[in-house]
Nanobody, 115 residues
Framework: QVQLVESGGGLVQAGGSLRLSCAAS????????RAWYRQAPGKQRELVAA???????NYADSVKGRFTISRDNARNTVLLQMNNLQPADTAVYYC?????????WGQGTQVTVSS
């Protein structure tokens, strides 16, 4: 089994920054994809950013130039640096990894951006 623990969410004013962290533990082998998703109230969960084992990244258009996804292989951690946050970024943010064809999700961390 794999466990994902997210941290770093909170309340920030518009224009501020937060850094989310997702630490993976358990039976981890060859993580293929690490990603962050978010879900705002009344909306579907959407991809925010993803990074492959080869280092290729993909971002939602709404966060390009503001968010950066990175990974720390030694610590099995995936990070999301979020700058210039806006009220539209308010959501619960979820970490996801795919390893050996199995998808695991974190429990989510709340990000609230006030105007």
């Amino acid at each position: 089994q794999v466990q994902l623990v997210e941290s770093g969410g909170g309340l920030v004013q518009a224009g501020g920054s937060l850094r989310l962290s997702c630490a993976a533990s358990g039976s981890i082998f060859s993580i293929n994809v690490r990603a962050w998703y978010r879900q705002a109230p009344g909306k579907q969960r959407e991809l925010v950013a993803a990074i492959t084992s080869g280092g290729d990244t993909n971002y939602a258009d709404s966060v390009k130039g503001r968010f950066t996804i990175s990974r720390d292989n030694a610590r099995n951690t995936v990070l999301l640096q979020m700058n210039n946050l806006q009220p539209a970024d308010t959501a619960v943010y979820y970490c996801k990894i795919v390893t050996l064809g199995v998808t695991y999700w974190g429990q989510g961390t709340q990000v609230t951006v006030s105007s």
